[in-house]
């Protein structure tokens, strides 16, 4: 999610209020175009990261510069706070997403820590790693989540399940993994293997979760170049938020194989705007957001915003 320079709501139903609503009134609000960006914080320093967007459009976006999180919707261009930043000691945060059960996890970046909220805002845990540890990004399998290390280029485990959110313990270490990260970063899951992109030498890991065996995802296309801040995969769709630095910035689409071992570039999408640094993508329906979180400019300059990814859908 950061990059290595320093990613159910119940409608009551109204019959009797339904009823007055006209149908050309009923068309034109579902057919309400929905804001091409959103304002995250006008806070000097947020600098936002992560982000996710739940099925009922409801938005999530971490700042990495202070710890807070933002929640919005969206049908609404303005983001409110969710968690005020600093408490529960969470200085930082990264990677943000909610679980099977409707849970909010975040990961707390410098502070070492994944949190658990519930919908309100309720802590409802706290998991430490060891001390120095950088968590980043994390993905949720049927029963446990795993959370990258960018500081010690790692990989934790945590069991998860509808009663709650178990210790972090190492699962995979640097030592075991070939090539060496530098800068394990963006990281999903297709049910049998991880993917999780490592920064500092442009490549994607394939990680078989029975196993832990490790190789690299064979690219094919935009220079054999796949590695990811963000992940988005949906089905064998994968997308990758690719920093090379310099204004560079496209969400790069690509299609894998069968088992995962392979990935062909489709795509990408037009360049980030110099200084937007966008870090972490997620989908709302038939387009893709992505965070401009201005690390290339941190602290940066408000308002930070969340905006529709340029071309590519």
Same mark, same amino acid.
């Given at each position: 999610?950061?990059?290595?320079?320093?990613?159910?709501?119940?409608?009551?139903?109204?019959?009797?209020?339904?009823?007055?609503?006209?149908?050309?009134?009923?068309?034109?609000?579902? $057919?309400?175009?929905?804001?091409?960006?959103?304002?995250?914080?006008?806070?000097?320093?947020?600098?936002?990261?992560?982000?996710?967007?739940?099925?009922?459009?409801?938005?999530?976006?971490?700042?990495?510069?202070?710890?807070?999180?933002?929640?919005?919707?969206?049908?609404?261009?303005? +983001?409110?706070? *969710?968690? @005020?930043?600093?408490?529960?000691?969470?200085?930082? %945060?990264?990677?943000?997403?909610? !679980? $099977?059960?409707?849970?909010?996890?975040?990961?707390?970046?410098?502070? =070492?820590?994944?949190?658990?909220?519930?919908?309100? #805002? $309720?802590? /409802?845990?706290?998991?430490? %790693? %060891?001390?120095?540890? *950088?968590?980043?990004?994390?993905? *949720?399998t049927k029963d446990a989540v795993y959370v990258t290390d960018s500081?010690?280029?790692?990989?934790?485990?945590?069991?998860?399940?509808?009663? #709650?959110?178990?210790?972090?313990?190492?699962?995979?270490?640097?030592?075991?993994?070939?090539?060496?990260?530098? *800068?394990?970063?963006?990281?999903?899951?297709?049910?049998?293997?991880?993917?999780?992109?490592?920064?500092g030498q442009d490549v994607t890991y394939r990680v078989d979760l029975?196993?832990?065996?490790?190789?690299?995802?064979?690219?094919?296309?935009?220079?054999?170049?796949?590695?990811?801040? #963000?992940? +988005?995969?949906?089905?064998?769709?994968?997308? %990758?938020?690719?920093?090379?630095?310099?204004?560079?910035?496209?969400?790069?689409?690509?299609?894998?194989?069968?088992?995962?071992?392979?990935?062909?570039?489709?795509?990408?999408?037009?360049?980030?705007?110099?200084?937007?640094? @966008?870090?972490?993508?997620?989908?709302?329906?038939?387009?893709?957001?992505?965070?401009?979180?201005? /690390? !290339?400019?941190?602290? #940066?300059?408000?308002?930070?915003?969340?905006?529709?990814?340029?071309?590519? =859908?």
């Amino acid at each position: 999610m950061i990059r290595r320079r320093t990613a159910a709501t119940v409608l009551l139903a109204a019959p009797l209020i339904a009823a007055t609503i006209q149908p050309s009134a009923q068309a034109q609000q579902h $057919h309400h175009p929905r804001p091409t960006s959103y304002v995250v914080s006008t806070t000097p320093g947020d600098t936002p990261e992560g982000i996710e967007v739940t099925r009922n459009g409801t938005i999530y976006v971490t700042s990495v510069g202070t710890g807070a999180v933002y929640r919005g919707t969206v049908r609404n261009p303005t +983001l409110r706070p *969710f968690l @005020p930043a600093g408490s529960d000691g969470r200085t930082s %945060a990264t990677g943000v997403h909610v !679980d $099977h059960w409707g849970r909010v996890l975040v990961a707390g970046a410098s502070t =070492s820590k994944l949190y658990m909220y519930d919908a309100r #805002g $309720h802590l /409802l845990a706290i998991r430490p %790693a %060891a001390e120095g540890s *950088f968590l980043n990004d994390f993905t *949720f399998t049927k029963d446990a989540v795993y959370v990258t290390d960018s500081a010690h280029n790692q990989i934790w485990r945590a069991s998860l399940t509808r009663e #709650g959110l178990g210790q972090l313990k190492p699962w995979l270490t640097r030592d075991k993994i070939q090539p060496k990260p530098y *800068f394990l970063n963006g990281i999903v899951n297709d049910g049998h293997n991880l993917l999780v992109g490592e920064q500092g030498q442009d490549v994607t890991y394939r990680v078989d979760l029975r196993t832990k065996a490790v190789t690299t995802l064979e690219i094919t296309g935009a220079n054999g170049i796949l590695s990811g801040d #963000g992940y +988005l995969l949906e089905g064998r769709r994968l997308y %990758a938020v690719y920093n090379a630095g310099g204004g560079k910035y496209v969400t790069r689409l690509a299609l894998l194989n069968a088992d995962s071992t392979q990935a062909e570039i489709l795509a990408d999408s037009l360049p980030g705007a110099t200084n937007s640094t @966008p870090t972490t993508v997620a989908r709302d329906r038939n387009r893709l957001l992505w965070v401009n979180s201005q /690390l !290339d400019a941190a602290p #940066g300059t408000p308002p930070y915003t969340v905006s529709v990814v340029p071309g590519l =859908s």
